[in-house]
């Protein structure tokens, strides 16, 4: 009941942003492959930001 109005951290932003992008590179796959690694580029800086942390 207490954790309802809990804001998200950086880190779990970032993790969810991360993973988005994660299925969205593997939904590419399938088609575009160009696209899909492009966006398994992006998924790589957001989990250097997240080790970063």
């Known amino acids: 009941m207490f954790g309802l109005f809990k ?3 950086e ?3 970032l993790q ?3 993973m988005k992008l994660l299925k969205e590179s ?3 796959s399938k088609s575009n ?3 899909s690694d492009a966006k398994q ?3 790589d800086v ?3 930001k ?3 942390l």
């Open 46 to 48: 957001i989990l250097k």
């Open 7 to 9: 804001k998200k951290s």
């Open 26 to 28: 593997f939904d590419l």
């Open 50 to 52: 997240i080790e970063a």
């Open 16 to 18: 969810l942003q991360y």
């Open 41 to 43: 580029a992006e998924a």
């Open 11 to 13: 880190k779990d932003k």
């Open 33 to 35: 492959r160009t696209a």
